[in-house]
């Protein structure tokens, strides 16, 4: 039974250029959601999916970051130019019918980005 | 907005048990999570409480909810090593949103 499926694991690059993550969920889970993980600011919700369609994007920092869930199984979250504050580890999470409630949300492995 | 706190580190004896606290916000939150993350890992649902319930039990984990007080707690009954890592409170919130605390760091003493 595959969990969520994120790549690459690690991610380091140099300022300005443009990061792609990628991330496979749960086969069936309709909810995606992208954190990032700091140790200054804890987990940040960044943006969940419904259906494939973005419903609350209201924690994306700025226009440097952008996603798309093009298909069910499989979202990408987009950061161009990179700084090096974007510097953290990204989760992908997904869940069964809700955003919470006894459904869940299961967490990928991370991407752990680092900009120098 | 909505808030859930925990202390951030705590420190135990191998065989002891743990308690990890943590405090919310939202008076209307219906499902609490605890969630564990070992180092270079995703989060890992350990369990979670309805708010009618005031006790879960599983195994070695025994969460506890005061709703009055909003404040929630995992024991971890008999410590051991694998036990290592840190624990998220969360809750969902009457906004449709998860939050998380800032997780606290368990370290077990030989």
């Known amino acids: 039974d595959a969990g969520v499926i994120q790549s690459p694991r690690h991610e380091v690059t140099e300022m300005g250029q443009e990061v792609t993550l990628r991330c496979k969920p749960i086969s069936g889970h309709d909810y995606l959601f992208w954190y990032r993980q700091t140790m200054m600011r804890g987990l940040e919700l960044l943006i969940y999916?419904?259906?494939?369609?973005?419903?609350?994007d209201s924690g994306m920092p700025e226009d440097r970051f952008s996603a798309k869930m093009p298909n069910a199984s499989f979202s990408t979250l987009k950061i161009q130019p990179s700084e090096p504050r974007d510097s953290a580890v990204y989760f992908c999470?997904?869940?069964?019918?809700?955003?919470?409630?006894?459904?869940?949300?299961?967490f990928g492995d991370g991407t752990r980005l680092s900009i120098l | 907005g909505e808030d859930v706190e925990q202390s951030l580190f705590l420190s135990v004896r191998e065989g002891d048990s743990s308690v990890i606290n943590c405090t919310y916000t939202?008076?209307?939150?219906?499902?609490l999570y605890w969630y564990k993350q070992e180092p270079g890992a995703g989060l890992q649902l350990l369990t979670y409480i309805f708010s009618n319930m005031d006790m879960k039990q599983d195994q070695r984990l025994t969460v506890l909810l005061n709703k009055k007080d909003k404040h929630l707690s995992l024991r971890i009954a008999d410590t051991q090593t694998g036990d290592s890592a840190i624990y998220f409170c969360a809750a969902y919130s009457s906004a449709s949103k998860i939050i998380f605390g800032s997780g606290t760091r368990l370290s077990i003493r030989p």
């Open positions: 999916f419904n259906n494939n369609v973005p419903i609350d």
């Open positions: 939202d008076s209307s939150s219906t499902y």
């Open positions: 999470a997904s869940s069964l019918n809700s955003v919470g409630g006894s459904q869940p949300q299961h």
